[in-house]
């Protein structure tokens, strides 16, 4: 099990979960109250790092996500030590900008360009891996040859929401083109245009969702072809601790 804390650990929660059952999971977006704090709000680095060091001093496993922007790209190299300080077991790092709100707003200046994502990322999450953390991050920017495959068609993932809409793509959830439903506690699919029709366009740019819903991270050569190929947003890469 894992419990979202959004960085408080109230009494309540831990009357009710064990060391054994339970990843206590904390959301850091700096390695400092200085980046941390205009992104997540005033004093939350400090609540965060506090909370964490109690759930570790009781035994609990604890896990941080990290989401990466351009506001707080050049910091993520200081957490690996950080969260190796703190006892930390597990990193995850997210991209900002490839699910949800942030789709229509191609150009975002958050979104990070593929050189910027691939200086950066995966050498922290190495350097994590190394200090002993498992590190878990997306993979984003398929490498030539490697096989693109949609959840959407390989995967049985459901994101359900309260108001009875269930997707299989995580980057629809602001459209109403939701495949499946909750009606009267059955699971229901919908007809018509659905998420589900896009699935099997073969584009190649990789992701078709992407493609629609966030042209702002492509590129192009001069004869019209992708530089590169966006993995499905659900991919992720995992690293070992070492040792
Ligand atoms: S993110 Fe793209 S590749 Fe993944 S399920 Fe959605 S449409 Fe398919």
Redesign the pocket.
């Known amino acids: 099990m894992t419990v979202d804390t959004n960085g408080f650990l109230h009494h309540d929660l831990l009357a009710h979960i064990t060391q054994e059952e339970a990843v206590l999971s904390f959301s850091l977006d700096g390695p400092a109250p200085e980046v941390n704090d205009p992104i997540r709000g005033e004093g939350v680095f400090a609540t965060c790092t506090g909370n964490l060091k109690k759930a570790v001093a009781l035994g609990f496993t604890t896990s941080v996500i990290y989401t990466v922007s351009r506001l707080n790209l050049t910091h993520l190299r200081r957490m690996p030590t950080l969260l190796a300080e703190l006892g930390v077991r597990r990193f995850f790092i997210q991209v900002i900008g490839l699910r949800g709100k942030s789709a229509g707003k191609a150009g975002d200046p958050l979104q990070l360009t593929p050189e910027e994502w691939l200086t950066e990322v995966p050498p922290v999450a190495a350097e994590a891996a190394r200090l002993g953390l498992e590190v878990i991050f997306p993979k984003v920017f398929l490498e030539a040859g490697e096989p693109f495959e949609?959840?959407?068609?390989v995967a049985e993932n459901f994101f359900i929401f309260p108001n009875g809409r269930v997707y299989?793509?995580?980057?629809?959830e602001d459209f109403p083109i939701h495949a499946l439903r909750i009606e009267n506690n059955r699971l229901l699919a919908n007809d018509g245009l659905t998420?589900e029709r896009?699935?099997s366009l073969s584009i190649p740019e990789?992701?078709?969702?992407?493609k629609l819903l966030q042209p702002g991270n492509l590129r192009y050569h001069a004869d019209g072809s992708p530089s590169y190929r966006i993995?499905?947003?659900?991919l992720k890469q995992r690293l070992e601790p070492a040792g």
């Open positions: 949609c959840a959407g068609k299989r793509c995580p980057l629809c998420e896009f699935f990789g992701c078709v969702m992407n993995s499905c947003c659900l």
